[in-house]
């Protein structure tokens, strides 16, 4: 059997936060080229602070699908960020390939968290200029 063929259990001590990041956001990567593993798709966790938002982000053309461990956020997306939708713990969330969006953590005393699968082996983000959409959003 090769080291292709193999399974590999991967602990969260070796999860990689040197992946593309989105401000005011963390992204660590467990399935990824980073850690030795070859694979057509990418894994990992995504995590938003008490309070905080992403700046206004896009993934190029991967899907992403993701489910919510824990906490609660509002997904804002469009291009304007005139659509938005709550997902809290048990929810999967599905962003197509291009699309402009953001998340924002409404609680001040829990982070959320996300377990994220994306479309290929490496995570693409374009992070795109805070004034791409109107102050109000």
Known sequence: MTEAAAIHIV????????????????RRAAIAPT?????A????????????????????????????????????????GEFSARATAGDF???????PHMEINPSKLEPFRWVV??????PVVVNLPDNAWPQNV
């Open 41 to 80: 798709i990418w894994g990992g966790l995504f995590e938003v602070d008490p309070g905080s938002r992403t700046g206004i982000h896009h993934h190029g053309p991967q899907e992403t699908i993701a489910y919510v461990l824990s906490g609660a956020c509002e997904v804002r997306w469009g291009e304007r």
């Open 35 to 39: 850690l030795g593993i070859t694979s």
């Open 11 to 26: 602990s969260p001590a070796q999860f990689d936060s040197g992946t593309a990041q989105t401000p005011g956001s963390a």
């Open 93 to 99: 969330i599905h962003v197509p390939a291009y699309l």
């Open 117 to 122: 699968v994306r479309s290929t082996a490496t």
